[in-house]
């Protein structure tokens, strides 16, 4: 049967007190109990249904996990203040000193630092590999790793995991299986096709108003209970909490995902074939010449379309940045980092959001300076949008 992730999510409602149709926000850090046996055993696990402390847990937080869990087909989900505040806590969870990670090397530069930088303070230490090289991936594995962690559709070149093949992997060598699936949410739902955990950072495409930043991973409930421990949960000790009413407002915005999701992927489906029919070389996994085109449709849920993300090469970084003003001035978009938004955001990963990965790997990894990211917006019009951005490329010289 096919995995529906839009329908799960519009049939998981909770209502709020009084009768209202978004549940209640709990506005809370502490809670109280009757009994001092009951505060006792919510300490040790044993009270359901009861809160202790809302770093460890809260109703509102509780709820938008519980969304994008079923959104996800995991069994439960924990949420973070932030994408980076789910990532690294997954990753401390699984790994100790001593052990290793095997990670596409094209990743958010976030993520891409702290394996690189940060990691290592406590001995754990990455491979960063061509992820749709699986024989690479495989090579690298050694008898000190414990995870795989890729992007489903990765930051910023848009290359396209095989997440069956790298699920079977891991599995073959007692391995978790960790996917960041930020740009692609509802298209692709890495946990059904074995992932153990998936990521999002909740600031992109999923709260989509740029209002706030957020993150969650997706697991077993086990997997949840473990993040969530006070003895020894990375997410409990870290404490990269979300406030119950970010998480409130989050779960509102999910509502329209789909909607939005639909819009983004048809107007970049849209400037993709128009800019490759213009001559210039675009990168966007719906393109027929997508190395990963392929790939994506034999894993894709129906209707949600290749996603909003969407990478165009000016030839140089100066052209780049000249374009980016001047469709900035045209009100196309905004020159800002990150993604999801209603409007369209462009930025040159190479100095941006990538700028933590040295410049040789940059170039070996096809990261050239020319490059601008778009995160594609809801535009009414696209074929408007598509001839006054035609315009800035001719008056830049890109066309
Ligand atoms: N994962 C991906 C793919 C991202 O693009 C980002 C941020 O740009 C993150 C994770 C980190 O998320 P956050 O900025 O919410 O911490």
């Not at 209640?24 to 109990?33: A, G, K, N």
């Not at 090579?139 to 079977?168: M, Q």
């Not at 190479?350 to 995160?375: A, V």
């Given at each position: 049967m096919k995995f529906k992730p839009a329908d799960q999510l519009q049939d998981l409602q909770h209502f709020g007190e009084f009768g209202g149709v978004n549940p209640?926000?709990?506005?809370?850090?502490?809670?109280?109990?009757l009994s001092a046996k009951k505060m006792f055993d919510t300490f040790e696990g044993d009270a359901e249904g009861c809160y202790l402390y809302s770093r460890h847990s809260s109703p509102s937080n509780l709820y938008l996990g519980e969304a994008l869990a079923a959104m996800e087909g995991t069994e439960a989900a924990n949420v973070a203040a932030s994408g980076m505040g789910a990532i690294t806590p997954v990753l401390l969870q699984l790994c100790r000193a001593g052990e290793h990670i095997v990670s596409s090397r094209t990743i958010y530069g976030g993520t891409y630092a702290f394996l690189k930088n940060f990691a290592p303070r406590f001995n754990i230490n990455t491979s960063f590999v061509d992820i749709t090289?699986?024989?690479?991936?495989?090579?690298?594995?050694?008898?000190?790793?414990?995870?795989?962690?890729?992007?489903?559709?990765?930051?910023?070149?848009?290359?396209?995991?095989?997440?069956?093949?790298?699920?079977?992997?891991?599995?073959?060598?007692?391995?978790?299986?960790i996917v960041d699936n930020t740009f692609s949410p509802l298209a692709l739902s890495p946990a059904p096709m074995g992932a153990d955990v998936v990521i999002h950072s909740l600031t992109k495409f999923i709260n989509g108003s740029s209002d706030t930043v957020g993150g969650v991973a997706c697991g077993t409930q086990e997997f949840i209970d473990e993040l969530r421990s006070v003895n020894d949960g990375a997410s409990m000790l870290l404490g990269p909490t979300m406030d119950s009413f970010r998480a409130a407002s989050i779960l509102k915005n999910l509502r329209t995902l789909h909607i939005r999701i639909r819009q983004h992927s048809h107007n970049a489906l849209f400037l993709a074939e128009k800019f490759q029919d213009d001559g210039l070389r675009t990168v966007y996994p719906g393109l027929k010449n997508h190395p990963g085109h392929e790939l994506y449709k034999s894993m894709m849920n129906e209707g949600f379309g290749f996603g909003g993300m969407l990478v165009v090469d000016a030839g140089s970084l100066e052209k780049a940045n000249k374009a980016m003003e001047l469709m900035q001035h045209k009100n196309l978009g905004y020159l800002a980092v990150s993604l999801g938004f209603y409007k369209t955001?462009?930025?040159?990963?190479?100095?941006?959001?990538?700028?933590?990965?040295?410049?040789?790997?940059?170039?070996?990894?096809?990261?050239?300076?020319?490059?601008?990211?778009?995160?594609?917006?809801?535009?009414?019009?696209?074929?408007?949008?598509?001839?006054?951005?035609?315009?800035?490329?001719?008056?830049?010289?890109?066309?």
């Open positions: 209640s926000i709990s506005d809370s850090s502490t809670y109280t109990f090289d699986l024989e690479k991936v495989e090579a690298s594995i050694t008898d000190k790793t414990k995870v795989i962690y890729c992007e489903s559709v990765s930051n910023p070149l848009l290359e396209v995991a095989d997440i069956p093949a790298l699920s079977k992997m891991a599995k073959k060598h007692g391995l978790k299986l955001l462009f930025s040159a990963p190479g100095t941006s959001t990538s700028s933590e990965i040295p410049e040789e790997e940059q170039k070996e990894m096809g990261l050239s300076d020319g490059i601008i990211r778009f995160s594609i917006g809801l535009d009414n019009d696209i074929e408007r949008t598509y001839e006054t951005m035609k315009s800035c490329m001719k008056e830049v010289g890109i066309l």
